[in-house]
C-alpha cells in the first residue's frame, strides 16, 4: 500500500471516529505493534483507549506521541529514557489557546495527504499552488506547526526506506527557501531585531529557521545566524550587531553541565540571553534564577514569552 493510500485511510478514519486500530498506527508510524505494545506496558510511553473486546485504539494525539519518540530515540536518547524527556517536555509548556479556533485535525491530515501526493511525484507545481492555498487560509503557526513540519519531521525519521530520502531532501529545500524568504521580508518590516543562533549539532537548518518565523513578530525581527556559527565567536557578533538579545536554539537533550555552560556564557554577553527549543523544555528547571531565559518549543509560546521577555529587559 502505497504512503498516499494509508494517509488517506487514515483521513477517513478520523472523519469517521479520530481513532486508530494498531494496525493503522504501524503503517503510519513504521513501528511493530509488539513494540507499539512494549512502549505501552514497559514504559509507559502511550496509553491508547480500550474497546469492550480489548482491542487498543489510538488517537492522533497518540500517534503524534509515537512520532516524538522515535524522533529521541533518532537524537541518541534510549527508550528507557524516552518517557522522563516528554513528561518534562510537556510540563515546562504553558497550555496555549488554539492559535485558529474552529480548524479540525481532519484539514490539516486532508492537507498533509495532498503534499505527500505532490512529494511523491515530485510535483514543485502542485507543492508551490499547496504551500500557496495553506498560508491564504491559515496563520503562520499552523501552517509550519501543523501542516508542513509534521510531514518533514516523519520523512526525516524513515530516510532509510526506499526513496524517502528523496522526498525528504526535495521537501527540506523547499521549505527552507521559502522560510528564508518570509525571514527576510519580516526583518525589513520590524524596527527590532533579536539573534537566533544553533547549538552546534543540535537541531537541523530548516528547524532552526522555523524557529525564527515563529518567534518573530510585527515589532520584533528574527536574524538567523548560520549553521556554522561558533558558540565562542558570539560575543564578537553580538557586539556588532548589538541586538537585542541573542536566542539559542537546540533540539536535542542537553548535557549535564548545559546550565553551567549557558549561564557562564550569558556573562559574556553584551545582551540578554535566551534559549529555544526542546532543550529550553527540559532545562527550564535548572535555568531557573539564572540569567538564562527558557522560551520553550511551541512556537505559539515562544512568540509570547520573547516579547515577555524583550519586555523585561527594557523596563530595566
Same mark, same amino acid.
Request: aromatic share 6%; with cysteine.
Given at each position: 500500500?502505497?504512503?498516499?493510500?494509508?494517509?488517506?485511510?487514515?483521513?477517513?478514519?478520523?472523519?469517521?471516529?479520530?481513532?486508530?486500530?494498531?494496525?493503522?498506527?504501524?503503517?503510519?508510524?513504521?513501528?511493530?505493534?509488539?513494540?507499539?505494545?512494549?512502549?505501552?506496558?514497559?514504559?509507559?510511553?502511550?496509553?491508547?483507549?480500550?474497546?469492550?473486546?480489548?482491542?487498543?485504539?489510538?488517537?492522533?494525539?497518540?500517534? $503524534?506521541?509515537?512520532?516524538?519518540? &522515535?524522533?529521541?530515540?533518532?537524537?541518541? !536518547? /534510549? +527508550? @528507557?529514557?524516552? =518517557?522522563?524527556?516528554?513528561?518534562?517536555?510537556?510540563?515546562?509548556?504553558?497550555?496555549?489557546?488554539?492559535?485558529?479556533?474552529?480548524?479540525?485535525?481532519?484539514?490539516?491530515?486532508?492537507?498533509?495527504?495532498?503534499?505527500?501526493?505532490?512529494?511523491?511525484?515530485?510535483?514543485?507545481?502542485?507543492?508551490?499552488?499547496?504551500?500557496?492555498?495553506?498560508?491564504?487560509?491559515?496563520?503562520?503557526?499552523?501552517?509550519?506547526?501543523?501542516?508542513?513540519?509534521?510531514?518533514?519531521?516523519?520523512?526525516?525519521?524513515?530516510?532509510?526506506?526506499?526513496?524517502?530520502?528523496?522526498?525528504?531532501?526535495?521537501?527540506?529545500?523547499?521549505?527552507?527557501?521559502?522560510?528564508?524568504?518570509?525571514?527576510?521580508?519580516?526583518?525589513?518590516?520590524?524596527?527590532?531585531?533579536?539573534?537566533?543562533?544553533?547549538?552546534?549539532?543540535?537541531?537541523?537548518?530548516? $528547524?532552526?529557521?522555523?524557529?525564527? &518565523?515563529?518567534?518573530?513578530?510585527?515589532? !520584533? /525581527? +528574527? @536574524?538567523?545566524? =548560520?549553521?556554522?556559527?561558533?558558540?565562542?565567536?558570539?560575543?564578537?557578533?553580538?557586539?556588532?550587531?548589538?541586538?537585542?538579545?541573542?536566542?539559542?536554539?537546540?533540539?536535542?537533550?542537553?548535557?549535564?553541565?548545559?546550565?553551567?555552560?549557558?549561564?557562564?556564557?550569558?556573562?559574556?554577553?553584551?545582551?540578554?540571553?535566551?534559549?529555544?527549543?526542546?532543550?529550553?523544555?527540559?532545562?527550564?528547571?535548572?535555568?531557573?534564577?539564572?540569567?538564562?531565559?527558557?522560551?520553550?518549543?511551541?512556537?505559539?509560546?515562544?512568540?509570547?514569552?520573547?516579547?515577555?521577555?524583550?519586555?523585561?529587559?527594557?523596563?530595566?
Amino acid at each position: 500500500m502505497t504512503e498516499t493510500a494509508v494517509a488517506s485511510q487514515a483521513v477517513i478514519a478520523m472523519q469517521q471516529e479520530e481513532l486508530f486500530p494498531i494496525r493503522e498506527v504501524s503503517r503510519l508510524t513504521g513501528v511493530n505493534p509488539v513494540t507499539l505494545r512494549a512502549w505501552e506496558r514497559r514504559y509507559g510511553l502511550i496509553q491508547p483507549t480500550r474497546t469492550d473486546s480489548g482491542h487498543r485504539l489510538y488517537s492522533f494525539a497518540d500517534i $503524534e506521541a509515537v512520532r516524538s519518540i &522515535l524522533a529521541w530515540i533518532d537524537r541518541g !536518547v /534510549a +527508550v @528507557s529514557k524516552v =518517557g522522563k524527556i516528554l513528561a518534562r517536555s510537556a510540563q515546562a509548556k504553558a497550555p496555549a489557546a488554539p492559535a485558529y479556533q474552529g480548524v479540525a485535525t481532519t484539514e490539516w491530515v486532508e492537507l498533509q495527504v495532498q503534499l505527500r501526493r505532490a512529494l511523491a511525484a515530485f510535483d514543485e507545481d502542485a507543492m508551490e499552488r499547496l504551500y500557496g492555498q495553506v498560508f491564504s487560509t491559515y496563520p503562520l503557526p499552523v501552517v509550519f506547526q501543523d501542516v508542513l513540519m509534521p510531514v518533514w519531521r516523519d520523512l526525516l525519521l524513515r530516510h532509510d526506506e526506499y526513496g524517502i530520502a528523496s522526498e525528504w531532501a526535495f521537501l527540506d529545500s523547499f521549505m527552507r527557501a521559502r522560510a528564508l524568504q518570509r525571514l527576510q521580508l519580516a526583518r525589513n518590516r520590524a524596527d527590532d531585531r533579536v539573534l537566533l543562533a544553533p547549538i552546534p549539532g543540535e537541531c537541523r537548518e530548516l $528547524e532552526l529557521l522555523v524557529a525564527g &518565523l515563529l518567534m518573530g513578530s510585527e515589532q !520584533v /525581527a +528574527v @536574524s538567523v545566524l =548560520g549553521h556554522g556559527q561558533p558558540l565562542q565567536e558570539l560575543a564578537l557578533v553580538c557586539e556588532k550587531m548589538r541586538p537585542q538579545a541573542l536566542v539559542l536554539f537546540s533540539n536535542h537533550p542537553p548535557q549535564d553541565d548545559a546550565a553551567t555552560r549557558l549561564s557562564r556564557l550569558a556573562l559574556s554577553l553584551g545582551c540578554p540571553l535566551a534559549l529555544a527549543g526542546e532543550a529550553a523544555d527540559l532545562l527550564v528547571d535548572s535555568l531557573d534564577g539564572s540569567p538564562v531565559a527558557c522560551l520553550g518549543s511551541d512556537g505559539r509560546s515562544m512568540q509570547r514569552r520573547l516579547a515577555q521577555f524583550l519586555a523585561g529587559h527594557l523596563d530595566t
